[in-house]
């Protein structure tokens, strides 16, 4: 497993697990400038990065990598918007017909601490989606 808190060159690292070294076939990069250097480190030859968010931020200290990367790496890069309410709203109702079990954070906030949940996710501790629980 990789883990970009332990392995800043993740990208390298997972083009290596890749057969013969050659790259990923599809990142979905939702780090966003702080991120994309290393998803185009990873990525295959004319492989896909979908860029999906932002939730990295962005930094004066890091720099994103500029349009002519796509020429010297051959990727394709695109934006996709997350979804509308309805959109959500389906995923929803299809996760639920499925059985799939989404992957959550392990601490779950009371809807009085819901400061406290922001603050996990503005510091990065969290785990995929951080839960508010309203009863």
Known sequence: MLNYRTQPHWGSEA????????????????????????SIDAVRLDGLITSAGFIAGNSADTPGPDALSALWRL??????????????????????????????DYVVFSLEDAKKAYERLERQEHFSKVIIKIE
């Open 75 to 104: 990727y394709v890069m695109r934006g996709i918007l997350l979804g509308t309410k309805s959109m959500l709203e389906d995923m929803a109702a299809w996760i639920g017909e499925k059985g799939v079990k989404p992957a959550v």
């Open 15 to 38: 083009k290596k697990l890749t057969p013969d070294g050659r790259g990923v076939d599809h990142v979905v990069d939702v780090g966003g400038q702080t991120t994309l250097a290393e």
